[in-house]
Nanobody, 122 residues
């Protein structure tokens, strides 16, 4: 299973970016999918998560500005980021809890994407 993230870049404060993360491989299903970020010198933090049924949860710092969504048919999660602030600058990572079949059993494990850089200029 691989997760491929894309969509990062340089944007001015107040601008927008859309991140995408596609999962591929021998996937039976995907439970939660989410986005995390890590700024230099800081711990990785949860940005947003979405369940397979579409329930969402956001960090307080991004509520009202970021929107997480997913396309289950494409095994892809998105993060629409609006009104970006310099403090949003970080490497953004996607994560997915992927379910696979192995020896007649369903096994769920977490997988991470490679990270995509978001830079916000003031």
């Amino acid at each position: 299973v691989q997760l491929q993230a894309s969509g990062g870049g340089l944007v001015q404060a107040g601008g927008s970016l859309r991140l995408s993360c596609a999962a591929s491989g021998s996937i039976f299903s995907i439970n939660d999918m989410g986005w995390y970020r890590q700024a230099p010198g800081k711990q990785r933090e949860l940005v947003a998560v979405i369940s397979s049924g579409g329930s969402t949860n956001y960090a307080d710092s991004v509520k009202g500005r970021f929107t997480i969504s997913r396309d289950n048919a494409k095994n892809t999660v998105y993060l629409q980021m609006n009104s970006l602030k310099p403090e949003d600058a970080a490497v953004y990572y996607c994560k997915a809890e992927v379910v696979i079949w192995r020896i007649g059993n369903r096994i769920a494990t977490d997988h991470w994407g490679q990270g995509t850089q978001v830079t916000v200029s003031s």
